[in-house]
């Protein structure tokens, strides 16, 4: 059964900083991995998508990574914003099966300061 | 390109009714997956539908169940809720998983 854990889970930076967020699975047989935010009480919207035989994808000022040996994903975020407060989820769809069943981390809940 | 829609947004329910909760996917998409949400157990996997067919299936009892209609829209019924079926329920639909998935706003469940 994959577990994932996101560390840390709640994280307050200044305006203007560069942030790492860790995301660790325990089963590397993965299909993909989408990383989403989540503004408070509303639904999750897509930030990237990286396929199993990806290391990487960049949007903008965000960047995320993917090392299934080490059975780690992390997400970077450029110079962050007041805007970019809100909760990163990273999700796995699993190489078995062959449908659509994510498994989402614990989640990071970020807080940008002015 | 409309995005998710779930319907209704909020609901507030007595313990032992039941409740539909509806979703319409991206144009195009046939998989449309529910997610139930709460803070103790986070984001948890109901159920997915494909082409009218249910797919997979999470580990959630029986009073879970869903369809999907042939115009790939689907509908989520809880029976005898209980109070802790409060949460946000979250559908999402996908193409193919190649390409992710897209979620709705979500429909708040409240159980009292």
């Known amino acids: 059964k994959q577990e994932v854990t996101q560390i840390p889970a709640a994280l307050s930076v200044p305006e203007g900083e560069n942030l790492v967020l860790n995301c660790s699975f325990t089963d590397s047989a993965i299909y993909n991995l989408q990383w989403f935010r989540q503004d408070p009480g509303k639904g999750l919207t897509s930030l990237l998508l990286i396929q199993s035989s990806q290391r990487e994808q960049t949007s903008g000022r965000l960047n995320a990574s993917l090392d299934k040996s080490s059975g780690r994903s992390t997400l970077y975020i450029a110079a962050s914003q007041p805007g970019d407060s809100a909760t990163y989820l990273c999700a796995f769809s699993p190489w078995a099966g062959g449908g659509n069943k994510l498994t989402f981390g614990t989640g990071t809940q970020l807080k940008v300061e002015l | 390109k409309a995005g998710v829609t779930q319907t209704p947004r909020y609901l507030i329910k007595t313990r032992g009714q039941q409740v539909t909760l509806s979703c319409s996917p991206i144009s195009g998409h046939r998989s449309v997956s529910w997610y139930q949400q709460t803070p103790g157990q986070g984001l948890q996997f109901l159920f997915e539908?494909?082409?009218?067919?249910?797919?997979n299936k999470g580990n959630f009892p029986g009073r879970f169940s869903g369809r999907q209609f042939s115009n790939s829209r689907s509908e989520m019924n809880v029976s005898t809720l209980e109070l802790g079926d409060s949460a946000l329920y979250l559908c999402?639909?996908?193409?193919?998983?190649?390409?992710?998935?897209?979620f709705g706003s979500g429909t708040r469940l409240t159980v009292v």
């Open positions: 539908y494909f082409s009218e067919t249910q797919r």
């Open positions: 999402a639909s996908s193409q193919d998983r190649n390409y992710g998935y897209t």
